[in-house]
């Protein structure tokens, strides 16, 4: 489908966006990970490269039109939402406010991440693990018993189509995790191939590329 991926993980009926979002249409669940927003102006206050200081809007604007589409009820955004805490305070008041909009009416759950602990004065409510229905979410994956959802990787996936080198933020899945690609549009990525993620999936684990269109592939490793 042209809007997004459907697939099936802890029995329920998932789809993954081409912006890299998930959506949970049962419990009406919009799920967002990795959005570093601030990441250029802390670059830039660390003494680093002087980038387009575009990526807080271009990923809200993003964002924003996830949330016109699927009409979440709830919206879970799994850590490292900003770059760093003071990139938090350091947020052009239109951006806060816009952000505040967005949070307005909806079970918003700022998860905690390791770049930050979770935002305040924004809207929403922080939490270091969130659990809906079978299924547990926070930033980094862990070995567990249960399903989970998480984020903290921002996984690529690098193949050859036609010849020519491809690679693109992915979901991977097995049976037990989906970990999400970062959403920020200053984030980097690690590829599958990565040991780290190499230990972390199952060897059956699939990847689901974002963007368009959207492809499903075993995890290239």
């Not at 922080?126 to 809906?132: E, G, K, R, Y």
């Not at 050859?160 to 933020?169: F, L, Q």
């Not at 970990?179 to 199952?202: E, F, K, V």
Request: glycine share 10%; hydrophobic share 40%; aromatic share 6%.
């Amino acid at each position: 489908m042209q809007n997004g991926h459907i697939f099936t993980f802890a029995g329920q009926a998932m789809i993954a966006r081409p912006s890299g979002a998930l959506f949970w249409p049962a419990e009406e669940l919009l799920v967002v990970s990795d959005l570093h927003l601030g990441k250029s102006e802390r670059i830039s206050r660390r003494g680093g490269a002087l980038l387009p200081p575009y990526e807080v809007q271009d990923t809200l604007t993003r964002l924003e039109a996830d949330i016109a589409a699927t009409l979440p009820r709830a919206v879970i955004c799994l850590g490292d939402s900003f770059d760093d805490m003071v990139a938090v305070t350091a947020l052009d008041p239109d951006h806060a406010n816009w952000i505040a909009n967005l949070t307005a009416g909806r079970d918003w759950t700022w998860v905690t991440g390791n770049h930050d602990p979770a935002p305040t004065g924004l809207g929403g409510h922080a939490a270091d693990v969130v659990t809906c229905g079978p299924v547990t979410f926070r930033h980094i994956a862990i070995d567990g018993t249960s399903p989970e959802i998480s984020g903290h990787y921002h996984p690529k996936a690098r193949l050859r189509v036609r010849g020519h080198a491809v690679s693109r933020p992915c979901f991977l899945r097995d049976d037990m995790r989906l970990i999400l690609p970062a959403y920020g549009t200053y984030t980097g990525g690690m590829r599958t191939s990565d040991r780290a993620l190499g230990q972390l999936m199952a060897a059956n684990a699939r990847a689901i590329l974002a963007g368009l269109p959207m492809v499903e592939i075993p995890m290239p490793r």
